[in-house]
């Protein structure tokens, strides 16, 4: 399978814990996004990456939340000391280069915190 | 206000109906259109786009965009229970660089 994939697929965990989220995107896509998506809403955009450089968050990306994506390949989303409202999906998208290309999407984590 | 507006639905049709999803914009500067189809558990997955106003067709999809009024709608004709999803709307932000989603309308055909 060549697509984009993410690990875990659900994550349960207790407020105040951290989680960390992995991304694999198609191979050679340069581009790398994270989106959350809440119930009932369509994804938000929290950041992106153009190799292993983050060049945009978005101010939905608390100061809680990091993401990395060493060497340009794989990606990891950490949320520390979770809250309720972190619930959500989270996905990966990947895309061949900038601009206008299609992006790829994952089949997402789902993330409850109790 | 959302940049992208989309009724949530749920939309529910019969076998063969045609369907009319719409969203609305407020970002004049929005050129790019897509719709992302998202079936129960996994990730949205790319059904058309259209650049600026017109008409594009793809089988029995067709895909409209009124730049005047900001309106983008997405028709399905001869609709299949296959096509019971999510339909999510979506441009471009300025740059190209992310993608503004509207919140999805879910999709209903039954035989």
């Known amino acids: 399978d060549t697509g984009v994939s993410q690990d875990p697929r659900h994550k349960i965990t207790k407020r105040g814990q951290n989680v960390t989220f992995r991304c694999d995107p198609i191979?050679?896509?340069?581009?790398l996004y994270w989106y959350r998506q809440t119930l009932g809403q369509g994804p938000e955009f929290l950041t992106y990456?153009?190799?292993?450089?983050?060049?945009?968050k978005s101010r939905l990306l608390s100061d809680r939340f990091s993401a990395e994506r060493p060497k340009g390949s794989f990606s990891t989303l950490e949320i520390q000391r979770t809250e309720q409202g972190d619930s959500a999906m989270y996905l990966c998208?990947?895309?061949?280069?900038?601009?206008?290309?299609?992006?790829?999407f994952g089949p997402g984590t789902r993330l409850t915190v109790l | 206000q959302k940049e992208v507006e989309q009724d949530p639905g749920p939309l529910s049709v019969p076998e063969g109906a045609i369907v009319s999803l719409n969203c609305t914009y407020s970002?004049?500067?929005?050129?790019?259109f897509m719709w992302y189809r998202q079936y129960s558990r996994k990730g949205p997955e790319l059904l058309m786009y259209?650049?600026?106003?017109g008409n594009k067709e793809d089988g029995r999809f067709t895909a409209q965009v009124d730049k005047s009024s900001k309106y983008i709608s997405l028709f399905i004709r001869d609709s299949q229970p296959s096509d019971s999803a999510t339909y999510l709307c979506?441009?471009?932000?300025?740059?190209?660089?992310?993608?503004?989603f509207g919140a999805g309308t879910r999709l209903a055909v039954h035989p």
């Open positions: 259209t650049y600026s106003s």
């Open positions: 990456f153009q190799n292993e450089a983050q060049l945009e």
């Open positions: 970002n004049s500067a929005f050129q790019y």
């Open positions: 998208a990947s895309s061949l280069a900038a601009g206008l290309d299609e992006q790829f």
């Open positions: 191979s050679e896509h340069n581009r």
């Open positions: 979506a441009s471009f932000s300025g740059g190209y660089n992310k993608l503004i």
